[in-house]
């Protein structure tokens, strides 16, 4: 057999999605009234954001053959976080916390740029942290993944909702306008390249900024990441963690670094949908949501829940599909009571048809993994 | 003799279950103190006031009996909140004799509808459930039309949920015929040594002649049936079917199986454990709410109760080859 067709029946899945949501997302494009406009690609790329960066925070810990039931919690946490520290208040404003009628002063933050950037750092190192924690837990407790997160996570919403009893804050509009609109509105905000208007700059205007944040973090830090010792053992331990063991690799490292990538990821989508939303919500529904939508983009995308094969790529693949199904709603302007139902089938349907490998197998006893 | 060399030395499964009634009684004892301190009375110490509690414990009592069975099967349910829901939904809208039978039949329905996409199609599951999960939800609400329902409980439906014989509330005779029925069908039958055996290694299970597929779909159907049974129970107490009514018995229920000492890969774990396990959570939910509790710090203190117990008991093997 040829190198490619073994590299694309390694990779059928994750294949699968691609070509799937490049199916659908050229038929909503074809359908859509203003289809191929830049507006219509900002604002799926805004509505895709969160979600993607959710999912791509559950799959590293999958890869590793855990499950992180945390990340919607984690990313609600930062995103009440940020609606402290991203304000964009001049500087010397005072920094403090409301708790149960205590005031705890935290200092003052710089202001302007200097703030939110400083802001934005602190909501990211917190979401790590968080992740570390949920790391340090699975690996020095010894308890199994899928029930610490879920304890750690009732403790993220705790603390997010003591941040946010009611949904409120405020987020720097300008950091609002900046994020969520094209490349040539961003360049306006923050005045580079002419204001947007040198003209070289012309054909990149129309794409959407936060399309261009999802490739940066792919590129600049799930790829370096991946070529990692470390990284290759997230996919060691998720094939075989005893032979990864007895192979050597730091097995404790890799699984902490991977539940410490997925808090960051999660924190990343936390950070766009509180700048997005220009508010800081604890909302306890929405952060569920994201964790059950964050698992069936993962397996969607490709990547085994018993771990070993995969990507992160994949699962923003299967992210996207899962927000165009949606999309599909208000093109065919389907009533929205009958929405939840096609969602659920749509996700039934997949996933059965991925199970047509069980008919191929030829001896029952590699069912059981 | 015996009895007390099982407490001062109890084996691997009775730990958890030894450690989580301390827990309850330490739950017991800083409650009373906190209501002495600031009120002059120990409302935790009356009859019935537990009484009442243990009546609210019964509908995660009874949801917890059935997650236990397919955790012990190293799966999970995550439909559990929409079948509850329609199981309850569905019994206030047929209404009639008819109620009760139509609630536990979707229950019924929806587990094995579970169990043959987890048994045959081998789909994990966690992802199935979920997707069984939304199609319920949407089904819902599709019936629904978004609206809360309008349909009442019948008067048969509150009286088992909301009544009392001789003071004892029913829905505790519910949850306790529920119990006697798994705790037996565990220990003392074919299907409760098969359930053990497939948690442990599936394989191996299937090799000894054990029809694994069958057991997991009677596991899910059990599951099912028991959501559906905590629904239409839910529904009589509260005499109405409402949106959402299931969302906070999911992760309640299979925290209690786990703090009962239940491995949550499954093979391992006892009833009895999942028992105290929903005692422990109930009582805590309390105490929290006497104490005026916010939800922020409700939420805080659950999670870290979790870990804590954990961390004493629940801790995994180290992998060394």
Redesign the interface.
Known sequence: MSDIAIRVRQNFAFLTAVALFFVVYLLYQLVHPKGFSSAVLVQNSDEVFTLALVAMAQTVPVLAAGLDLSVGALMTMVGCFASYLLTGAPEGTPLALDLAGFRIGLGTLPGGGTGILFGALICLAIGAGCGLLNGAIVVYGRIQPIIATLATGAIFIGVALFLRPQPGGKINEDLNWALTNSLGDFASTVHIFNDGAAPWFAPFAGIPTSFVILVLILLLVWLPFSRTVTGRTIYAIGSAEGAAYMSGLDVKRARVAAFALGGFFAACGGLFLAIQTSSGNADIPQAGAYTLNSIAAVVIGGTSLLGGSGGVLGSVFGAMILRVISFFFRVFDIAPLLQPLFEGVILLAAVSIGAARVLRVKNTLELFR | MTAIAAILKPSRDDRPILIAALFIVAILVAGTVYTWHRFGSAPLLSPNYLLQQLQIGAFLGIVAAGTMLVILISQ?D?SIPWTLTAAAMMATSVGGPWAIPVGLLIGLIVGVLNGL?VA?????S???T??????????M??HT??FAPQTGATEFMRTIAAGRILGIPNALFVWIAVSLAVAVMLQRTVLGRAIYAIGNK??AA??AGVNTKGVTVICFALCGLTAGLAGVLLAGYSQKAYQ?MG?AYL?PA??AV?IGGTN??GGRGRYLGTLVGVILIVLLNSVLSIMEM???????????V??LM??VY????????
Do not use: H
């Open positions: 999970i995550l996409g045959y199609l081998r789909v994990p966690m992802i199935f979920l997707g069984v999960n939304a199609v319920m939800r949407g089904l609400v599709a039309g978004g599936e394989a299937y090799l959402g969302d992760l299979i925290a786990v949550i890969l916010p939800e922020a710090g409700r939420q805080v203190i659950y999670g870290a979790i870990i954990l961390l629940g801790r995994g093997e180290r992998v060394t080859s």
